[in-house]
C-alpha cells in the first residue's frame, strides 16, 4: 500500500529514503571502525610486502627491503622511525573507501535479503541465500571503492620507501588520484580490481553472511534478545571467519596494487592475480599467503566490533529497523 504524498513528508527521512539513509549510516559505521583500528591495518600491509620474491626480478634485495619482522617490531618500527601519527598513514583515501565500499555492500546485501531473495516472513534466512548475498554485496561495494582503495594501499607503502631512500610517489592524496589517472588513464584507478573484488567477496562472505546467520540464529533460538551482547557475539565470529577467508586474497590484492608499474600503468611484477598467487608460493611457500593474518585478525575483529555496534546504535537512533 503506497503511502500518500502529504503523509510522506511528514515521515522521517530515514523512512522516506531508506536506501541512502542506510547508505550513510553505514558510511559513519565504518569511519568510526576505520579510525580506531587502522594501526593495524598499515601494519598488516607493510607486513604483506616483506620478503616479497619477485622483487629479485627488478634487482632490489629483499633481505634489505624487509627491515622489521612480526608484528610488534614492525609497527615499533614505523613509530620509532617514522613517527607515532604515520600509523595513520593512508587514513583519508582508506575513509573515502570504506564510506563508498561498506555503503555499497550493506545497501545491496539488504536489498538482496528483502527484495531479490525473500526474507521469509518468521525471518528466516536460508545460508545458500546469505552466502550469495554476502558475496554479490563484497564485489559490488569493492568495484565502486577500488580507486580509493589503490591509492591507501600505495599511501600506506610510502613511509618505507623513503626509509629505503627511494623518492616519494605523492604529495598527498589528492595528488596520488590526479598521478595515477594521469599514468594509467581511468583504467589505472581499477588496477588490481580482480583480485580486490575476490578477496571483497570472501571476506564479506565471512564478515555479512556470518553477522547475520549468528545474529538471528542467536535470536530466534537462544534467550538473547537483539540487543548490544548479541551483536558484540556475532561480530567476533564474524570478524575470525572473514580474516581465514579473506587474508589469501588480500595479500595478492596489497601486493599486485603496490607493485611497479611501466609507463603504460602495467605491472613489472605480475600479469595477473592467478601469476601473483603462483610467484608467492613457489618463491616464499604457501604460508605467504598468510602474512600479516595475525594482524588482519586482530584487526578485523575489533573493526567488526565497533563497526556493527555502531552501525546498530545509529540505525536504532535514526528510526531504521535493525540489521
Known amino acids: 500500500m503506497s503511502v500518500p504524498e502529504d503523509e510522506k513528508r511528514l515521515l522521517p527521512l530515514a523512512q522516506r529514503w531508506p536506501r541512502a539513509s542506510k547508505f550513510l549510516l553505514s558510511g559513519c559505521a565504518a569511519t568510526v571502525a576505520e579510525l ?125 620507501r623513503k626509509l629505503e631512500g627511494k623518492p616519494p610517489r605523492f604529495r598527498g592524496v589528492h595528488h596520488a588520484f590526479a598521478k595515477i589517472l594521469a599514468e594509467g588513464g581511468i583504467r589505472g584507478l581499477w588496477a588490481g580490481w580482480v583480485p580486490n573484488i575476490q578477496r571483497a567477496a570472501l571476506v564479506n562472505m565471512g564478515d555479512l553472511t556470518t553477522y547475520d546467520t549468528v545474529k538471528h540464529y542467536l535470536v530466534l533460538n537462544t534467550a538473547l534478545e537483539d540487543n548490544i551482547m548479541t551483536h558484540s557475539l556475532s561480530s567476533l565470529c564474524s570478524g575470525l571467519v572473514a580474516s581465514i577467508l579473506g587474508t589469501p586474497a588480500d595479500v595478492i590484492k596489497s601486493r599486485i596494487m603496490n607493485q611497479p608499474r611501466d609507463k603504460q600503468g602495467r605491472g613489472l611484477l605480475y600479469k595477473s592475480s592467478t601469476d601473483c598467487l603462483i610467484q608467492a608460493v613457489q618463491g616464499e611457500g604457501f604460508m605467504s599467503l598468510y602474512k600479516g593474518f595475525l594482524t588482519s585478525w586482530l584487526r578485523m575483529t575489533p573493526w567488526s566490533l565497533v563497526f556493527w555496534l555502531t552501525y546498530e546504535k545509529i540505525r536504532e537512533m535514526s528510526g531504521v529497523s535493525p540489521f
Not at 53 to 62: P, V
Open 36 to 160: 580506531a583500528t587502522f594501526p593495524l591495518d598499515l601494519t598488516k600491509t607493510r607486513l604483506q610486502m616483506q620478503g616479497e620474491a619477485a622483487l629479485a626480478r627488478l634487482g632490489e634485495s629483499t633481505r634489505e627491503s624487509t627491515p622489521y619482522r612480526g608484528m610488534v617490531r614492525t609497527a615499533r618500527g614505523i613509530v620509532q622511525e617514522e613517527g607515532f601519527l604515520k600509523l595513520w598513514r593512508g587514513v583519508t583515501p582508506a575513509i573515502y573507501r570504506h564510506v563508498v565500499y561498506s555503503g555499497g555492500r550493506m545497501v545491496t546485501y539488504e536489498y538482496l535479503r528483502e527484495v531479490v531473495f525473500l526474507k521469509s516472513e518468521d525471518k528466516q534466512y536460508p545460508l545458500w541465500k546469505s552466502v550469495l548475498g554476502g558475496m554479490i554485496a563484497g564485489v559490488v561495494g569493492q568495484f565502486l571503492a577500488n580507486p580509493t582503495d589503490l591509492v591507501k594501499v600505495q599511501m600506506q607503502m610510502e613511509g618505507k
